[in-house]
């Protein structure tokens, strides 16, 4: 049997990524928490009994300590003395390590962390941030390389009027050659192969036939290793789509703005032609 390793979407693949939870006895002076948790922008603090888990420290639970408080004036005096156990919320969230993080999408969405572990062995905590942190990780690449071929059928299309398009791209030659009725219809490569066709038309945007060539190749293989789950993508794989997307960005705002100048002026002389 081969031994094959694939990225599961479990509280343990990310254990690596979070620090071991801080904690603080059940005795500590509700001021020192709040010190450490100031001190360290921790936004909970999970307190300990002998050793075990018996509540966290969440502003809420303050707020909520506050609110029913009787004697408001004898807590006043005596509130940033209270044991940090006086505070706590004992109904968190605990998850094992092996459980699937997607599975606590929603409910993350209503509350602002789970410990992972159990009442005696805390193992992380996974915060709101560490959610919007994993799902940046998994999809970013994802979402450059969209944003990318958007803006390449953006600047294309501009370039052309409605019918000189249409017959462009009935001279594309696809993999499995089929007919291009739309540019939403182009992959990636379709976009790099129509770009050099029609270079005469596409020069004053893309300026050197050879560099954006070589730039898109470079993306069409990482795509196909992105779409395919092909190993990791890799830091410096992410910086390449970046640096793509944005400097092609910055174009689609000056074609845009042109596009906007052509559209006023047409209008203007339209309506001196009426006039007229």
């Known amino acids: 049997m081969v ?4 990225d599961r979407f ?17 005795m500590t002076p509700i001021r020192d928490v709040f ?3 100031l001190d360290k922008s921790y936004s909970q603090m999970p307190v300990l009994e ?49 459980e699937d993080i997607l599975g606590y999408v929603d409910w993350m969405a209503q509350n602002d ?17 560490d959610m919007v942190h994993f799902f940046k990780r998994k999809t970013e690449a994802f979402l450059l390389l969209r944003e990318i071929e958007t803006i ?33 219809e182009l992959t990636l490569n379709d976009l790099r192969q129509f770009i050099l066709s029609n270079w ?14 070589e730039q898109l190749e470079k993306i069409c293989r990482l795509r196909n290793q992105i779409l395919h789950f092909r190993g990791q993508v890799m ?23 042109k596009v906007e100048k052509r559209a006023l002026v047409s209008g203007q002389n339209s309506l001196r032609s009426r006039n007229h």
């Open 3 to 6: 031994d094959y390793e694939y």
């Open 10 to 26: 479990n509280f343990h693949s990310m254990i690596g990524d979070l620090p071991f939870p801080e904690t603080v006895d059940s």
């Open 35 to 37: 010190g450490i948790m």
């Open 50 to 98: 002998n050793g075990k888990w018996i509540g966290t420290v969440t502003l809420l639970s303050v707020l909520r300590k506050l609110k029913n408080e009787g004697d408001r004036k004898s807590l006043n005096e005596r509130f940033m003395d209270f044991p940090a156990k006086a505070f706590i919320d004992e109904n968190s969230k605990f998850v094992k390590p092996n």
């Open 113 to 129: 962390f789970v410990i992972v572990g159990s009442h005696s062995k805390l193992l992380a905590i996974f915060t709101n941030y």
């Open 152 to 184: 390449l059928r953006y600047l294309v299309s501009q370039k052309f009027q409605e019918k000189e398009l249409k017959q462009a791209l009935e001279l594309v030659k696809t993999e499995d050659n089929s007919k291009i009725g739309s540019i939403d």
């Open 200 to 213: 005469e038309e596409l020069e004053d945007l893309f300026l050197d036939r050879e560099r954006i060539n």
């Open 235 to 257: 830091a410096s794989n992410l910086c390449q789509l970046q640096m793509f997307r944005d400097s092609y960005l910055k174009l689609t705002t000056s074609v845009a703005r």
